[in-house]
């Protein structure tokens, strides 16, 4: 398993969860690392990104709730989310990515349930 992620579960609207993904580390060094989520019968959007130059991406409705974070010490990207509400509930992939090498890496989903 090349990307390893952890840190779904259920928890309550207003609460907090940290997601985990670990990769090798030649993917690590080599790839912008991200988070993908899905939704039961929608498409998988991309949630945040973290480029190796210390760049961040954020979709719209995440901004200012969820912080993406690289740990270069232990291969890993986080993705802390706070202020949950129901309407992130999905499945939550980790995905590595490097347009110019051509690749392109996907952990298996962990789900993040957000509900009362």
């Known amino acids: 398993v090349q990307l390893q992620a952890s840190g779904g579960g259920l928890v309550q609207p207003g609460g907090y969860l940290r997601l985990s993904c670990a990769a090798s580390?030649?993917?690590?060094?080599?790839?912008?690392m991200g988070w993908y989520r899905q939704a039961p019968g929608k498409q998988r959007d991309l949630v945040a990104r973290?480029?190796?130059?210390?760049?961040?991406y954020y979709e719209e409705s995440v901004k200012g709730r969820f912080t993406i974070s690289r740990d270069s010490a232990k291969n890993t990207v986080y993705l802390q989310m706070n202020s949950l509400k129901p309407e992130d509930t999905a499945v939550y992939y980790c995905?590595?990515?490097?347009?110019?090498?051509?690749?392109?890496?996907w952990g298996q989903g962990t789900l993040v349930t957000v509900s009362s």
């Open positions: 580390d030649t993917i690590f060094r080599d790839n912008a």
């Open positions: 995905n590595a990515f490097n347009v110019i090498r051509g690749t392109d890496y």
């Open positions: 973290a480029f190796s130059s210390g760049n961040t």
